[in-house]
């Protein structure tokens, strides 16, 4: 059962527009979401968060927007630039027993062409 | 600068040859993860440290196992690797257990089983 989805694996966007990333959940009961985004043979780096008591983020040019009553959150960056080119992995925790285990998604590799 | 680091970057073993994967990592977190990524795929739990407290994923096979002799290290051991366990392999950190804990990753080994 895959709780956290993002249905896009790939993404091409031109320099300077903006590129809009899509994840969406099934587990009502996340409340804190994050983005991690991974260049090629390096791990995962966090990228930006929104806790669930707001629908917006906002962090220089990336901007994360949650739609609960939808169950799904976006990444925008705006402008785009090619060393924003990397696979953005949508992640949601839950404390189980004691601990936080995070549920990530697929990935969306972003190509952004100069 | 403080981090997590993996070794080896890559690892080939032989079909049903142990082999020992290692993370240390300088941030002094309390808490030590191993992810299993295959390609196209989201990261998978396999385990985890909370201090010397080992929480073993319900799915993760027996074959693997987990160390963590030390705040600082934590070692992954694959008792009788198969074709199926050719992966990254992604260790990551976190200061405790809370939702709002964003991890730190390693670069990840790439296992390879002939």
């Known amino acids: 059962d895959q709780q956290v989805k993002q249905n896009s694996p790939s993404l091409s966007v031109q320099e300077g527009r903006i590129s809009i990333l899509n994840c969406d959940y099934t587990?009502?009961?996340?409340?804190?979401f994050l983005w991690y985004k991974k260049y090629p043979a390096e791990g995962p780096t966090f990228l930006i968060s929104i806790s669930s008591i707001k629908d917006k983020n906002e962090d220089g040019r990336f901007t994360v927007f949650l739609n609960k009553s939808a169950k799904h959150l976006s990444l925008h960056i705006v402008p785009s630039q090619p060393g924003d080119s990397a696979v953005y992995f949508c992640?949601?925790?839950?404390?189980?027993?004691?601990?936080?285990?995070?549920?990530f998604g697929t990935g969306t590799k972003l190509q952004v062409i100069p | 600068d403080a981090m997590v680091i993996q070794n080896p970057r890559y690892q080939v073993t032989q079909f049903g040859k142990p082999v020992t994967l290692s993370c240390s990592q300088t941030?002094?977190?309390?808490?030590m993860y191993w992810y299993q990524q295959k390609s196209s795929q989201a990261p998978k739990l396999l385990f985890h440290y909370y201090d010397k407290d080992f929480n073993n994923e319900a799915d993760t096979p027996d074959n693997f196992q987990s160390r963590r002799p030390n705040t600082s290290f934590c070692f992954l051991d694959i008792r009788s690797p198969g074709l199926g366990d050719a992966a990254m392999y992604l260790c990551a950190t976190s200061r405790g257990g809370a939702t709002n804990e964003k991890l730190f990753f390693g670069s990840g080994t790439q296992l390879s089983v002939l």
């Open positions: 992640a949601a925790p839950a404390v189980s027993g004691g601990y936080q285990k995070v549920t």
């Open positions: 941030l002094n977190h309390n808490v």
């Open positions: 587990n009502s009961m996340f409340d804190y």
